[in-house]
T-cell receptor
Framework: NAGVTQTPKFQVLKTGQSMTLQCAQD?????MSWYRQDPGMGLRLIHY???????DQGEVPNGYNVSRSTTEDFPLRLLSAAPSQTSVYFC?????????????FGEGSWLTVV | AQSVTQLDSHVSVSEGTPVLLRCNYS??????LFWYVQHPNKGLQLLLK??????LVKGINGFEAEFKKSETSFHLTKPSAHMSDAAEYFC?????????????FGAGTRLFVKA
């Protein structure tokens, strides 16, 4: 099925470890983004990309890196995990504004940093 | 810069009564506006979207929202609440001007439905 695929779904990390959350979409969308969801704070934008080779910071970028080497993939890297990064992470993609504008989400990644 | 404010962190209604979830936004460009719903421990589901066509937008499960540019609002309504509507609702603004492309979420409104 077409859509946004996010892995892993669950992960436990120790403080200081690094890891990468993978995100892939097969809809040829230019726009992709990563959010974290914390209780009472909704979804906050971490980083986003408007196309291959182009990324920019969102509201809460510190502690995270991204890259966009292909249209399909937009991985999120935690360089040195901290307990404050315990959260649920969502990857999203959407097409151009004249293509319907619907945002598609991955199923989420539950990350715990101990 | 864009922003989204959901005016109520939680709303409680009785089953069969109307639902009103309020959302105000600001945007430098003509925005696209969305409402998403999230049930506990689930992903995000699109309820409806406004993309500069009709200002009254109908979505799934009987929800609708009206885009009011003069009030910069996009409130979500439903005539009669059902128990299955209990969830968290997010108002979302997205713009695609020359300054870039961002999609910002409101903080969410938790809807409680009483029997």
């Amino acid at each position: 099925n077409a859509g946004v695929t996010q892995t892993p779904k669950f992960q436990v990390l120790k403080t200081g470890q690094s890891m990468t959350l993978q995100c892939a979409q097969d809809m040829n969308h230019e726009y992709m983004s990563w959010y974290r969801q914390d209780p009472g704070m909704g979804l906050r934008l971490i980083h986003y990309s408007v196309g291959a080779g182009i990324t920019d910071q969102g509201e809460v970028p510190n502690g995270y890196n991204v890259s966009r080497s292909t249209t399909e993939d937009f991985p999120l890297r935690l360089l040195s995990a901290a307990p404050s990064q315990t959260s649920v992470y969502f990857c999203a993609s959407r097409g151009r504004p004249n293509s319907g504008n619907t945002i598609y989400f991955g199923e989420g990644s539950w990350l715990t940093v101990v | 810069a864009q922003s989204v404010t959901q005016l109520d962190s939680h709303v409680s209604v009785s089953e069969g009564t109307p639902v009103l979830l309020r959302c105000n936004y600001s945007s430098s460009y003509s925005p696209s506006l969305f409402w998403y719903v999230q049930h506990p421990n689930k992903g995000l589901q699109l309820l409806l979207k406004y993309t500069s066509a009709a200002t009254l937008v109908k979505g799934i499960n009987g929800f609708e929202a009206e885009f009011k540019k003069s009030e910069t609002s996009f409130h979500l309504t439903k005539p009669s609440a059902h128990m299955s509507d209990a969830a968290e609702y997010f108002c979302v603004v997205s713009e695609g001007g020359t300054g870039g492309f961002k999609t910002i979420f409101g903080a969410g409104t938790r809807l409680f439905v009483k029997a």
